[in-house]
């Protein structure tokens, strides 16, 4: 059987830690620029979107897609749960893979596994990292949730609370118990009845940082791409091999606090 997979990239100039940053300037190129490639090149990919809102404030993020041929869509600020169902519903898709924009060294390789983990074992629901009390064996920013579009609907049609709509998928994960299911995997069924899985990685590089949502965020960016000589094709072990041969890189942003599920 095949799926019509559909990756949407969630984008929004008003950032509270770092204003515009999605548009801002990395190694040559608008931060979004680099999400949606890296999303591009993950395999069983069928359609990239960047799924931003109708306030003006993000006009330039819909007059960048356009300049680029990007496909995007427009909806709600605060209801991003019914912004990602009305851009799936519009794109007809099967299955949905969530990025976030904020995540210029998203693994295309990584969002792959999520995919097929989510295909081979049947589930509804799968991710590489969780929020507390979970926690997360990935680094910060590559992060990646893959689901069925059926899930999303049913989240999009039942959840009524704010932390749900804000924040897309809490309501198919909620009161998740995982257990190992095989090496660097683990699952359950949530108190809603979807089947989740989270891939795990051994050992841990959770504590590590690769996001973008503060001044010291966009410089370690920045001269992690200067490494690279601007090129953004770079793998998750090239760029954990940098960090850890240069740890004065890595302290960069190390002390920034990371925003958790119910921080606005």
Same mark, same amino acid.
């Given at each position: ?88 519903? *519009? ?6 893979? =969530?990025? $976030?924009? &904020?995540? #210029?060294?998203?693994?295309? @390789? ?90 795990? *990685? ?6 590590? =940082?690769? $996001?973008? &949502?503060? #001044?010291?965020?966009?410089? @370690? ?44």
């Amino acid at each position: 059987m095949s799926y019509h997979v559909v990756a949407i990239i969630q984008a929004r100039m008003s950032s509270s830690r770092l204003p515009d940053k999605v548009l801002l300037d990395i190694a040559g190129q608008p931060m979004l620029a680099h999400v949606v490639a890296r999303t591009s090149r993950a395999t069983n990919i069928d359609q990239v979107l960047v799924a931003t809102t109708t306030d003006a404030s993000d006009d330039p993020i819909a007059a960048w897609c356009d300049s680029k041929g990007i496909g995007y869509t427009r909806g709600s600020q605060n209801d991003v749960l019914d912004r990602y169902y009305q851009a799936a519903s *519009h794109a007809k898709a099967d299955l949905v893979v =969530r990025i $976030t924009a &904020d995540c #210029p060294v998203i693994d295309p @390789f990584l969002i792959g596994d999520c995919l097929n983990t989510l295909l081979d074992g049947s589930y509804d629901f799968t991710c590489n990292r969780l929020p507390p009390p979970w926690g997360r064996t990935y680094p910060i920013g590559l992060d990646t949730e893959v689901c069925t579009f059926s899930a999303l609907k049913k989240a999009w049609e039942h959840s009524t609370e704010s932390l749900h709509r804000e924040h897309v998928m809490p309501y198919l994960y909620e009161g998740v118990m995982l257990k190992p299911k095989e090496k660097n995997l683990t699952a359950g069924v949530s108190q809603r009845g979807f089947n989740i899985a989270q891939l795990q *990685h051994t050992p841990s590089y959770g504590h590590m =940082r690769w $996001t973008v &949502d503060t #001044p010291e965020d966009l410089e @370690f960016m920045r001269l992690l791409f200067d490494h690279f000589n601007g090129r953004d094709d770079f793998t998750f072990q090239e760029l954990l091999d940098l960090v850890q041969n240069e740890p004065n890189l890595a302290a960069i942003n190390s002390t920034v606090r990371h925003k958790t599920l119910y921080d606005k």
